[in-house]
Nanobody, 122 residues
Framework: QVQLVESGGGLAQAGGSLRLSCAAS????????IGWFRQAPGKEREFVAS????????YYVDSVKGRFTLFRDNAKNTVYLQMNSLKPEDTAVYYC???????????????WGQGTQVTVSS
């Protein structure tokens, strides 16, 4: 059974940092693209970032470029999303997802975690 478990969410002040983790089990982690999406209240789920299995390609939505960094540790079956210079508009539930191929699109991803809440206060 495939499981993706996010952790590291919480409350941060504007300008602060949080590190989200996505721990995977039940799949050959090193062959999957891992993506992060977020969904704010009343909004659609949006792509945030993705990383290929070899870490040779990373993509970020424009609104987080220069602030968020994605990296993975295949030995630990874990992907990390380091979020710096947080803004109130980053407030959302953050989801990690796994895909055999794909980058930006919700429909590319086969497996999803349950989400972790990130709240940024001004």
């Amino acid at each position: 059974q495939v499981q993706l478990v996010e952790s590291g969410g919480g409350l941060a002040q504007a300008g602060g940092s949080l590190r989200l983790s996505c721990a995977a089990s039940g799949l050959t982690f090193s062959t999957y693209v891992i993506g992060w999406f977020r969904q704010a209240p009343g909004k659609e789920r949006e792509f945030v970032a993705s990383i290929t299995w070899s870490s040779d390609k990373k993509y970020y939505v424009d609104s987080v470029k220069g602030r968020f960094t994605l990296f993975r540790d295949n030995a630990k079956n874990t992907v990390y999303l380091q979020m710096n210079s947080l803004k109130p508009e980053d407030t959302a539930v953050y989801y990690c997802a796994a895909a055999l191929s794909g980058d930006f699109y919700y429909s590319d991803y086969d497996y999803w975690g349950q989400g972790t809440q990130v709240t940024v206060s001004s």
